[in-house]
């Protein structure tokens, strides 16, 4: 593992970490909501992520580097900041799935902000990456 690392090390760290977080908040949200067909797609969704994550991992062993892990602090932040705005909604997994969608809407963005730093032997996992955020959305819009 080198002390600096390359733009390219850096892009690859930040979506990893982002699926990483993503996958640890729709797990929480799957624990949160008392639909079934909403607990049973956040599930599916993190497995999703979990799986893309390990795929990130493994191309950023490849650069020789080690692969970052979410601040597990400013997670549960996070998720007890929804749960309190999810437990004052009239409709909880309405409330549960908007936040989702919004998290989704800010990884694309990042996906976009990265993407300049990537190469082209990122280019699969990057379009992975991009079609697991769109398919998320349509699959959320859905519930």
Known sequence: MTLLR???QVALQQLHIALLE???HYRDA???????SA?????????ERESL???FAAEIRSTEDLPSVPD???EEGEQFINHLSGLFA???????VAQRLQAEQQLAQMIS??????????EPLLRRCQQLVNDSIERLRAL
């Open 6 to 8: 390359s733009d390219r």
């Open 22 to 24: 993503n996958a640890d």
């Open 30 to 36: 799957a624990v949160f909501v008392s639909d079934i």
């Open 39 to 47: 607990e049973s797609c956040f599930e599916q969704l993190a497995a």
């Open 53 to 55: 994550a390990r795929d």
């Open 72 to 74: 597990p602090e400013r």
């Open 90 to 96: 009239a409709d909880e997994t309405g409330k549960v």
């Open 113 to 122: 902000e990265q993407e300049q730093w990537l190469e082209a032997q990122d």
